[in-house]
């Protein structure tokens, strides 16, 4: 928890410096009080025992004394008006600051990472986390300089008033001490589990929401609520037990102030039965157990606030653990200490795999082994191969997602892991096999990759993806709002808008997940003839379940559980490979083929126009 602070402590300590001053100022000017009660008690009690002792100007001194002290209430009214601005102020800057520090450690996560937290988990660590070490912290801020001040200074002018009466808090404090003690180490466990089983509520939800469409085609609305009740019922469950611990807390702190009140009473009518009381004497008894009672209210206030603090700890605690875990853990994928300088570097476009084997952190044997071939500068490489056979795995490689576990990549002949990720990952425009699309407008999409683009070449981008037609429909055209995910857009035009996004980037090497699989026959030709003239210096990889989007390519990579069992030209591959062959004889048949290849010809001679 303290290893948190330090997010808000070097960026904000005057700050904190400034609060503490102003709280350590209201808690003494708030234990001033009972000083001028008993001062008023005692006049009030001389002046009805006729006491010739009272001064004469008794009544003035009870005004000053009430002037005094409403001066000192609106002081004190004033400072914790500010102290709360401040602690608020701090409290937010101090979320914001932890909520930064945690998204900026997990964007530099890679995809390991990712697998080993999870999305749910990420997204509560995230917020609801952050919410509950936010408020311990603002609590926290603020009850470590009033309730000690008010404890010591309070104890000191009780035992200045009466030691025998001070006695009491001596039974009173270790008991709510060892009560506290007793309740930290009961609801730590149970609030560690209540995280866990957030967690899975926040994961149920959100399969619900990403998967609704497929919840509904299948009515499965029923079977959707019954796994999100029974994850809410085990969370409220164990979070119930908590709360009825806690519950017992408020009662027995009254009962433990109002114990001590009374006995603070008891113990003041002992004592003064068993004295002698002369003239004058009785004003100031009196006066001395009001200023106590006063006193004790502050000191059994104050261990009332520091218990609500540790009380609340217990479930912040386990917050700040999980989001201590998530800063501690290192990325499995790092920059090199010294990254090559890709200024030297004259070769432009090529990649190479050599030997390449891969295998998953949480598998026990190698998803891809001993991959070897090389994708040429201006050349188009296409990888082929059966569901489940590595090649999204292969491809994820590249920019370092992950990192090969034998073997090396090479990208304009240096290893991969000898660049900087952002270097690396310059190099390369990478359309994934899902295209997504950020909320905002077509334009701020087209240039995630390249803010300085022109219009001019953002309309050069669009022709060559085969969007301008629908982009520019729109009625603002470029300038068209995007919903969250691209929801407002079909599945072709979300991969074209994709296309246009990476090839807006002008990269050395394309690299094309399954990019083309939502477009039709024609679109997909277009497509892939105007891409050869627009980025024809560029080397481009393709992944692609549809034979008929790689029969061109220079070079076809095929791949079956992981290995590589050929590569070629489409024509050498359907003599040589058998699974190339099985793989097109389940696509297409001859004449198929023939008409793909004569129409790719066909819209090659017409120069890939756009």
């Known amino acids: 928890m303290i290893r ?27 234990l001033t009080l009972p000083d001028y009660t008993s001062q008023i008690t005692t006049l009030i009690a001389n002046q009805m025992s006729s006491n010739p002792l009272a001064q004469a100007d008794y009544e003035s001194q009870i005004w000053e004394a009430g002037i005094t002290m409403l001066i000192i209430s609106v002081v004190i009214f004033a400072l914790h008006i500010t102290c709360t601005f401040l602690q608020s102020k701090i409290g937010s800057k101090y979320a914001a600051a932890l909520r930064h520090v945690i998204y900026e450690k997990v964007m530099s996560f890679s995809l390991p990472e990712y697998s080993q937290f999870g999305m749910a988990t990420l997204l509560t660590r995230t917020t609801s986390d952050v919410v509950q070490c936010k408020e311990i912290f603002t609590m926290f801020i603020r009850q470590i300089i009033i309730a000690p001040v008010f404890f010591i200074v309070a104890i000191v002018k009780t035992i200045q008033a009466n030691w025998q009466i001070s006695l009491i808090f001596v039974v009173a404090v270790p008991i709510l001490v060892i009560f506290i003690i007793i309740t930290f180490c009961c609801t730590s466990p149970i609030f560690k ?12 939800y959100r399969e619900g929401l990403t998967g609704v469409r497929v919840v509904r085609a299948f009515n499965q609305e029923e079977q959707e609520y019954q ?22 807390v408020d009662p027995f702190m009254n009962v433990l102030i109002d114990a001590a009140n009374v006995m603070i009473f008891v113990v003041s009518a002992i004592l003064i039965s068993g004295l002698s009381v002369e003239m004058g004497q009785a004003g100031v008894i009196a006066g001395q157990i009001t200023a106590i009672s006063g006193y004790a209210t502050h000191i059994l206030n104050s261990l009332i606030m520091l218990s609500m603090l540790f009380i609340r700890m217990p479930r912040a605690n386990v917050c700040s653990r999980r989001i201590e875990a998530l800063l501690a853990t290192q990325p499995m994928v790092t920059d090199p200490e010294n990254p090559i300088d890709t200024t030297t570097i004259k070769e432009r476009g090529s990649l190479e795999f050599n030997n390449v084997s891969f295998c998953f952190p949480d598998a026990d044997n190698n998803t891809l082994s001993n991959i070897s071939f ?12 059966s569901t489940g056979s590595g090649k999204s795995t292969l491809i994820n490689l590249i920019p370092r997602f992950y990192d090969v576990t034998e073997g090396n990549i090479t990208m304009d002949g240096v290893d991969v892991r000898e660049y900087s990720q952002k270097d690396l990952r310059d190099k390369i425009g990478f359309i994934p096999q899902q295209a997504l699309l950020f909320e905002g407008t077509i334009k701020d999409n087209l240039v995630f990759g ?55 980037k002008r990269s050395e090497l394309y690299v094309f997940d ?59 591959l359907y003599k040589t490979c058998k699974i190339y062959q099985e793989i097109v004889n389940s696509q297409m048949d001859p004449d198929e083929i023939e008409k793909t290849l004569s129409m790719n010809k066909q819209y090659s001679m017409e120069g890939g126009e756009y």
């Open 4 to 30: 948190l602070a330090r997010f808000i402590m070097r960026k904000y300590w005057w700050w904190l410096l400034i609060l503490f001053v102003l709280l350590a100022g209201q808690a003494y000017l708030q």
């Open 193 to 204: 589990r209540g995280r866990h089983a957030y967690d899975e509520v926040t994961s149920v």
């Open 227 to 248: 796994r999100f009740e029974e994850a809410n019922d085990k969370f409220v469950k164990i979070d119930r037990r908590g709360d009825h611990i806690m519950t017992i």
């Open 374 to 385: 090389k994708v040429k500068k201006g050349e188009t490489t296409a990888i082929i191969g």
């Open 450 to 504: 390249n803010k300085d683009a022109s219009d001019e070449e953002i309309e050069e981008a669009l022709k060559v993806s085969q969007s301008y037609n629908f982009v520019m429909k729109k009625e603002e055209g470029i300038n068209s709002r995007v919903s969250q995910g691209g929801k407002n857009f079909s599945g072709g035009q979300k991969q074209r808008l994709a296309i246009a996004r990476a090839i807006l």
């Open 514 to 572: 399954d990019a083309f699989s939502a477009l039709d026959f024609k679109t997909d030709i277009k497509l892939r003839t105007a891409l050869k003239t627009y980025i024809k210096d560029a080397s481009i990889l393709i992944v692609a379940q549809r034979v008929s989007t790689i029969l061109t390519a220079d070079n076809i990579v095929v791949l079956n559980e992981g290995e590589l069992v050929g590569q070629g030209k489409h024509a050498d």
